[in-house]
């Protein structure tokens, strides 16, 4: 089966740093990937899409400055949080859509960014 | 406009009983209709899921049940386990919205889902 791999699992920064997260399909190509921001007990907000070889769509109210997307290839999506603040500390999630299958969503096993 | 309400936010079941999760949507161009389990401190999973021209559909002891004229879908867990404790999501689609070719899950808010044994 489809398979999304999201690195890393748990990562603590401090305030006013760049933190990285990669979200990589492992057996099929993406040309699509999602990434939410859940809170704790609460739903999975969509914060973007990411289509590989163009400009991330983000959703209203989402600073697209403070969180940077590339999707440089079709494996590989990346969600930079820059200059991070308490604020940001959230659990991330990335989703991959599988081909053309409109329905093959795979999600990754999220990142827990604690910012300090 | 909140499209998607989910109900009940929590849930606790004894080992054996069933389970049940309801979804009531707004838009009805919805067509594709999942219900997405999520463990703590992972990503969610898909359970299950159904198209609109079928009214019911069961996997193992999973069985979703699809009322289109009312606009709600629910989730049955049959014989709940205390390895189903869980938050599960309802996240209906429009394919192809927008022009595009895929559509964007919307999520309900969850069901905190507790069996005990």
């Known amino acids: 089966g489809a398979v999304v791999s999201q690195h890393p699992s748990r990562v603590i920064c401090k305030s006013g740093t760049s933190v990285k997260i990669e979200c990589r399909s492992l057996?099929?190509?993406?040309?699509?990937m999602f990434w939410y921001r859940q809170f704790p007990k609460k739903s999975l907000m969509l914060m973007a899409t990411?289509?590989?070889?163009?400009?991330?769509?983000?959703e209203q109210g989402v600073e697209k400055d403070k969180f940077l997307i590339n999707h440089a290839s079709l494996t590989l999506s990346t969600l930079t949080v820059t200059s991070a603040h308490p604020e940001d500390s959230s659990f991330y999630i990335c989703?991959?859509?599988?081909?053309?299958?409109?329905?093959?969503?795979?999600f990754g096993s999220g990142t827990r960014l604690t910012v300090v | 406009q909140q499209q998607v309400k989910q109900s009940p936010q929590s849930l606790i079941v004894q080992k054996g009983g069933i389970s049940i999760i309801n979804c009531a949507y707004e838009?009805?161009?919805?067509?594709?209709f999942p219900w997405y389990q999520q463990f703590p401190g992972k990503g969610p999973a898909l359970l299950i899921a159904?198209?609109?021209?079928?009214s019911e559909k069961k996997e193992g002891r999973f069985t979703i049940s699809f009322n289109k004229s009312a606009k709600q879908f629910s989730l049955h867990i049959m014989d709940s386990q205390p390895g189903d404790s869980a938050t599960y999501f309802c996240?209906?689609?429009?394919?192809?919205?927008?022009?595009?070719?895929?559509?964007?899950?919307?999520f309900g808010q969850g069901t905190i889902l507790t069996v005990h044994p």
């Open positions: 057996d099929f190509q993406a040309t699509t």
């Open positions: 989703s991959a859509l599988q081909g053309t299958h409109n329905y093959g969503y795979t």
């Open positions: 159904i198209r609109p021209d079928v």
């Open positions: 996240a209906p689609l429009v394919s192809g919205a927008g022009g595009t070719s895929y559509g964007k899950l919307t």
């Open positions: 990411s289509n590989e070889g163009s400009k991330a769509t983000y």
């Open positions: 838009n009805t161009a919805f067509d594709y």
